[in-house]
Structure formats: C-alpha cells, structure tokens
C-alpha cells in the first residue's frame, strides 16, 4: 500500500470516528417517571410510545420509563425534575403526574379546577373544559419551566370501603386512607368536607388496609384499586363518576430542547394518539375493571339520580369552605364559568 492511499485509509477513518462520535452526542436519552401501575393500559402505551418516538427520530431519542413508586411518590419524582446542584443534570427529564403532583409541580395552574367532584361528570364535559381553558393551564405549565406533552384523563375518582353506607353521611364516617398522596390540601379538602381521613405512610398502606383495626377504606380509580390488587382487601365499591382524574406528561423545557424541533411535532402527534386511545376505551376499561372486581365478591354502590343530587348539592355546600380555607388550590372563577360551560350540555 502506497503512503498516499494509507493517507487516505487513515482520513477515511478519522472522519467516521469523528461522525460516529458527534451522532453518539446527539442522542436523548429521556428518562421518564410515571405514576401508572405496572402492566396498566396506561403504561402499555406509554411504552409503545417509546418505541415509537425512537422510530421517528431514527434512533435519536430513547425513553426510559421508571415507576414512580419506586422512587418515592410524587413529591419526590417532582425534587428528580430538578438538579441536586447548578450545572448538573436532573435526576429525571421527566414525569407523568397525577392532578395532585400536576398543582404541587405547578401551583399556579390551578389543575384542581377540573377535579372538583360533580362539576365534570362524563369525558365529552372534559374535552370542552379543556377545548376552552386548557391553553390557559398549558402556559402557566410552559411558564414554570416544562413542556406539557398530554393530558389525560386516567379513571373517574371512587371510594372503596370494607363497610357499607347507603348516605354520604354515612360515607363520611368510614375511616378514609389518603396514603401517599404528598399534598396536604387535597386530605384537609376532605376534613372539612366532614369525611374522617387519616394520613398512612405509603409503605404502611397495605398492612393498613388488609388490618382490622387499621383503614376502613381509601379513594382511587378502579384501573388503580384492580391493577394494584387493592380490591382483594375491600369489600365495597362506589360505581359513579364524582370526577376525572387528571394525569399530565411533562417533560423539563431543558430536556426537551435537546431534541430537534422537526420532531417536536411528530412526537407530541405520537402521544395524542395514545391519549386518545386511552379516552376512547376508558370505559370499558373501566366496566371491566368493575365486573372483575364485582366477580371476585365487592358489591358495587350505585345511589340513584335523586341521592346523587343530594350528594352534589352538599359538595357544592362545601366547595366555599374549602375555597376559604385553600384560596390559591383552584381557580373560583374557572370553575363558575365551567358549571355555566357544561350546563346546556347537561339538558
């Protein structure tokens, strides 16, 4: 071999050394917490977007997908979004957040809005709040420094219990577990609200619920109480829609910056398409859950159109104390003009 053509051997090599080198810096490695259950329809397709996203990016951007559980709750996946220390990377690049991890990441987005029981009770009443205010919220969430990649609504808020009621009196009198919850504002909701709730340790929950003298019972979606096993340890469950649990994709504005903006469309497209996936077959996944659970002996709670009124008009009772008390948890106003939104709906 010439010393010309080893010349041009050794340039060729340099220059695929160097390409190999950029391009491997270049890749976004996300790493991502989620609050939903192993195995759940919500973390299936949170997965598949994974997947889907490297295929856009052609192998550009990877997810890692960690429980949130695992790393502590919600208040702990919230201090990972941020560094330890100025010009080191964050734990995480991102997070899917319950409603109340959503206000304690974003207070001033007022995200408890949309939850306030009865106010929204259906997912065509949730697309029209959010049609109408969801941009509102979504810049406050650009404001605190995160992308907002969905929302979605994850199930419709229930009560399970070991004992009977046929009142919300009654209802009101069951000890209530508000385990893991991180947020002080949503079991002093409760409190003067006149429900009997009690703070247990996450890791205690379980040992809790399954002791005689422990909790009587708790508050969750039935895609939660059925995939975490919980309903094995109770006996009753209430089958109505008090209202949506709300969960939010976001991802660090930082982090998600490292990806080149021509996907930033494509990939956001990815998700939305998973979200509604996940909004179409809420129900039946939802019916599902109930008809498993039914079949395994918990009796099912239905009060009829005239007790839920009774039930709704109490709420709303109470809706001004708690405003009194937690004036900077929801946004008063938007939720006057989303009872007047959804009113002729409703007829």
Same mark, same amino acid.
């Given at each position: 071999?010439?010393?010309?053509?080893?010349?041009?051997?050794?340039?060729?090599?340099?220059?695929?050394?160097?390409?190999?080198?950029?391009?491997?810096?270049?890749?976004?490695? &996300?790493?991502?917490?989620?609050?939903a259950?192993?195995?759940?329809?919500?973390?299936?397709? &949170?997965?598949?977007?994974?997947e889907?996203?490297?295929?856009?990016?052609?192998?550009?951007?990877?997810?890692?997908?960690?429980?949130?559980?695992?790393?502590?709750?919600?208040?702990?996946g919230?201090?990972?979004l @941020?560094?330890?220390?100025?010009?080191?990377?964050?734990?995480?690049?991102?997070?899917?957040?319950t409603?109340?991890?959503?206000?304690e990441l974003?207070?001033?987005?007022?995200?408890?809005?949309?939850?306030?029981p009865?106010?929204?009770?259906?997912?065509?009443e949730?697309?029209?709040?959010?049609?109408?205010?969801?941009?509102?919220?979504?810049?406050?969430?650009?404001?605190?420094?995160?992308?907002?990649?969905?929302?979605?609504?994850?199930?419709?808020?229930?009560?399970?219990?070991?004992?009977?009621?046929?009142?919300?009196?009654?209802?009101?009198?069951?000890?209530?577990?508000?385990?893991?919850?991180d947020s002080?504002?949503?079991? /002093?909701?409760?409190?003067?609200?006149? =429900?009997?709730v009690?703070?247990?340790?996450?890791?205690?929950?379980s040992?809790?619920?399954?002791?005689?003298?422990?909790?009587?019972? =708790?508050?969750?979606?039935?895609?939660?109480?059925?995939?975490?096993?919980?309903?094995?340890d109770?006996?009753?469950?209430? /089958?109505?829609? &008090?209202?949506?649990?709300?969960?939010?994709?976001?991802?660090?504005?930082?982090?998600?910056?490292?990806?080149?903006?021509?996907?930033?469309?494509p990939?956001?497209?990815?998700?939305? @398409?998973?979200?509604?996936?996940?909004?179409?077959?809420l129900?039946?996944? /939802?019916?599902?859950c109930?008809?498993?659970?039914?079949?395994?002996?918990?009796?099912?709670?239905?009060?009829?159109? /005239?007790?839920?009124?009774?039930?709704?008009?109490?709420?709303?009772?109470?809706?001004?104390?708690?405003?009194?008390?937690?004036?900077?948890?929801?946004?008063?106003?938007?939720?006057?003009?989303?009872?007047?939104?959804?009113?002729?709906?409703?007829?």
């Amino acid at each position: 071999m010439t010393i010309q053509r080893k010349c041009v051997v050794m340039l060729c090599m340099v220059t695929a050394l160097a390409a190999s080198s950029l391009y491997a810096d270049d890749k976004v490695v &996300l790493k991502i917490a989620t609050v939903a259950p192993a195995r759940s329809a919500w973390d299936i397709e &949170l997965k598949k977007v994974a997947e889907e996203w490297n295929r856009i990016t052609g192998g550009l951007v990877t997810m890692k997908i960690y429980s949130m559980n695992t790393l502590g709750g919600e208040k702990s996946g919230i201090q990972k979004l @941020k560094a330890a220390r100025p010009g080191q990377p964050a734990p995480l690049d991102g997070a899917i957040f319950t409603t109340i991890g959503m206000h304690e990441l974003v207070p001033d987005a007022y995200m408890y809005t949309l939850t306030l029981p009865f106010l929204i009770q259906n997912q065509t009443e949730l697309d029209k709040a959010l049609s109408v205010y969801g941009n509102k919220i979504e810049s406050k969430i650009k404001a605190a420094g995160y992308e907002l990649i969905a929302w979605s609504n994850v199930g419709w808020l229930s009560f399970y219990t070991k004992e009977p009621y046929s009142t919300l009196a009654e209802l009101k009198k069951i000890k209530m577990s508000v385990s893991g919850l991180d947020s002080p504002i949503l079991s /002093d909701s409760f409190k003067i609200s006149g =429900f009997n709730v009690v703070d247990t340790p996450a890791q205690k929950f379980s040992q809790m619920l399954k002791s005689k003298n422990g909790i009587g019972g =708790f508050f969750a979606v039935h895609l939660m109480t059925y995939a975490a096993g919980f309903y094995k340890d109770i006996n009753y469950a209430l /089958d109505v829609k &008090l209202c949506p649990v709300i969960a939010g994709f976001v991802i660090s504005n930082a982090s998600w910056e490292k990806i080149p903006k021509k996907y930033h469309a494509p990939l956001k497209e990815a998700m939305e @398409k998973a979200r509604k996936r996940l909004n179409d077959a809420l129900d039946s996944s /939802d019916a599902d859950c109930v008809q498993k659970m039914e079949a395994s002996g918990v009796t099912m709670i239905r009060p009829s159109k /005239d007790e839920l009124k009774k039930w709704e008009a109490e709420f709303n009772d109470n809706i001004n104390d708690i405003y009194k008390a937690f004036p900077n948890a929801f946004d008063m106003e938007m939720y006057k003009n989303i009872q007047a939104l959804v009113a002729p709906m409703r007829k």
